[in-house]
């Protein structure tokens, strides 16, 4: 039995008419009786019930029918779902992020995904920015954000933007935009920091802007998840500085200062392996491209 042999006899089941069933499936009528004759042999029933002036499916006829009809649905959502993971508009993209990005890049690059390429499902995976790489390395990520760059042969990299520090206090705290001028005016507060263990760049800057107050900022609470920092924050265990980006997803009864006038800015770059053919990874880097990141709108 052909693939072949059973699109021939579904013609003729819709048309129960071997003349414009053979029409339609641009066949000439002899060959069209011909291949429903093999067909009735090889499975060793009869299909049609036929005289000079009918055609009609037997019991048999009637069964193939429908389980024909299911499998040749079956046979072409296959053909096409082939081809759309050969092009990278089907599959999967496992993404390794640190929690700020879930209140920046993310959302907006995974409603862009979905407008273009509505069968690319994301995978998420909070990754702590030292094991980004690594993560990558033993792919078990496919692509990653990540604040600090090191230079690697086997991965390429793209800063998306940078983006200002910001003081994070409680809610009820008496500094606030309208009366900070300086960060010295918190030299004497309970600080909560990542650990320099997770990045020494990163937590190197921090310590920078404090320096540049002449202060060494007092660490009471390490921690390097930005949620759990700000959750400490906002119960009155410390204060912070974090990305601003933090201030556009945060529903927590903090308040965030944007430390404008300072030098050190953070960044955020993508990272993914250099060797890897995913054409789905492809598909997620052009939408990158679509994406204003500095200014947060889309591109035309």
């Known amino acids: ?5 059973l699109e021939y006899f579904l013609g003729v089941a819709s048309e129960l008419h071997f003349s414009k069933a053979s ?7 002899p ?8 067909l009735e042999q090889n499975l060793g029933v009869l ?3 036929r005289d000079k002036r009918n055609v009609k499916l037997t ?5 193939l029918c429908v389980e024909a009809s299911r499998l040749l649905s079956q046979l072409n959502n296959i053909k096409q779902r082939t081809q759309l993971i ?6 999967d993209i496992r993404i390794g992020h640190p929690g700020s990005a879930i209140y920046s890049v993310i959302p907006p690059l995974l409603s862009s995904l979905k407008l273009h390429f509505p069968n690319i499902k994301a995978n998420l995976s909070e990754v702590l920015d030292n094991y980004i790489l690594t993560a990558l390395k033993n792919h078990e990520i496919d692509v990653g954000f990540i604040r600090e760059i090191y230079p690697d042969k086997y991965l390429n990299a793209k800063v998306l933007y940078k983006e200002s520090f910001a003081l994070v206090l409680p809610e009820s705290h008496s500094i606030n935009d309208d009366n900070f001028e300086s960060l010295a005016q918190v030299k004497h507060e309970n600080f909560i920091l990542p650990p320099q263990s997770s990045s020494s760049t990163y937590y190197d800057m ?3 802007i404090c320096w540049r107050e002449n202060f060494i900022p007092n660490i009471v609470h390490e921690s390097n ?7 400490l924050v906002e119960h009155n265990l410390g204060i912070s500085l974090m990305p601003i980006s933090y201030k556009f997803g945060s529903a927590m009864r903090v308040k965030f200062i944007e430390l404008k006038k300072i030098p050190e800015k953070t960044q955020l770059s993508i990272v993914w392996r250099n060797d890897d053919n995913n054409p789905v990874l492809q598909k997620f880097l052009q939408i990158t491209e679509l994406f204003d990141f500095q200014n947060a709108n889309y591109r035309s």
Do not use: N
Request: hydrophobic share 40%.
């Open 23 to 29: 029409e339609k499936l641009f066949i000439a009528q």
């Open 86 to 91: 050969h092009s990278g508009e089907e599959g």
């Open 31 to 38: 060959a069209l009786s011909r291949q429903i004759q093999q």
């Open 59 to 63: 019991p048999a006829g009637e069964y």
């Open 206 to 208: 921090l310590l920078s």
């Open 47 to 49: 299909l049609f019930e």
């Open 225 to 231: 998840y930005g949620a759990t920092i700000l959750r």
């Open 1 to 5: 039995m052909e693939f072949r042999q």
